[in-house]
């Protein structure tokens, strides 16, 4: 990494840290491919959803997780979305970002053979390089070999206020402490699940975005890569 930026980065934190934002910033400035990864785990479990399928029933949405035909394309809308999410030929890009999506992604994310079969197909893109990969378990399962591992960090009232402020800005009602308490209790399931659970890599570098604005997270990653 002398006088070329890393090939592979992994940006790893919990909901709302402010990943996606600083993700999607730097891969444009680096000419990366941007991949949040949880669009894929959002994908199924909206799927299931939408089919009323028992999400605790583990074989049938692991099922559902390897058969699933989820394409993520380029935006074709200037909305504020980083990517087109199109399943059946139908657009769910904002659809995934339901408060019923919000609420039982965790359980969906923390089966094995979900997380297997997901990891398969975003290891794969990965491995391409040029690419700042999203997630929760980037740094730690999929790409433990990436050449830049972040981990980005806020406390759950924070995040809660950055998701509150996303919604209310799409026009939607949100309400805050509501919220905050879904968002405490995914990371609870985050952080305990027996699979792959949330936590920095070793080796990551650990970014408290409490502390610091997106200006200020971009310019030091950017300057890491550099």
Not at 73 to 80: A, E, K, L, S, V
Not at 86 to 93: A, C, L, N, P
Not at 138 to 156: H, R
Not at 174 to 181: N, S, T, V
Request: net charge negative; with cysteine; glycine share 6%.
């Amino acid at each position: 990494m002398k006088n070329t930026p890393p090939s592979i980065i992994a940006l790893d934190g919990p909901a709302a840290s402010g990943k996606s934002t600083v993700g999607r910033r730097l891969a444009d400035s680096l000419g990366f491919l941007f991949f949040d990864t949880g669009i894929m785990y959002r994908a199924v479990t909206w799927i299931a959803l939408e089919h009323d399928m028992n999400l605790h029933d583990e074989t049938a949405i692991t099922e559902l997780a390897q058969n699933a035909q989820i394409d993520i394309r380029q935006p074709t809308q200037n909305d504020g979305r980083a990517c087109d999410v199109v399943i059946g030929g139908k657009d769910v890009t904002w659809d995934m970002r339901s408060g019923n999506v919000d609420a039982n992604v965790s359980v969906v994310s923390a089966y094995a053979g979900v997380r297997k079969a997901l990891s398969e197909q975003q290891r794969r893109i990965g491995m391409r390089g040029r690419v700042v990969m999203v997630g929760r378990d980037i740094g730690t399962v999929v790409l433990p070999e990436a050449d830049l591992k972040l981990y980005m960090d806020a406390s759950a009232e924070e995040r809660a206020r950055r998701r509150y402020k996303e919604i209310v800005d799409r026009g939607e009602a949100a309400d805050y402490d509501e919220i905050l308490k879904k968002m405490i209790e995914r990371d609870r399931l985050d952080s305990t699940r027996a699979v792959a659970p949330l936590r920095p890599a070793d080796d990551a570098v650990i970014l408290d975005t409490d502390t610091m604005n997106e200006e200020q997270v971009y310019t030091h990653i950017l300057e890491m890569c550099k």
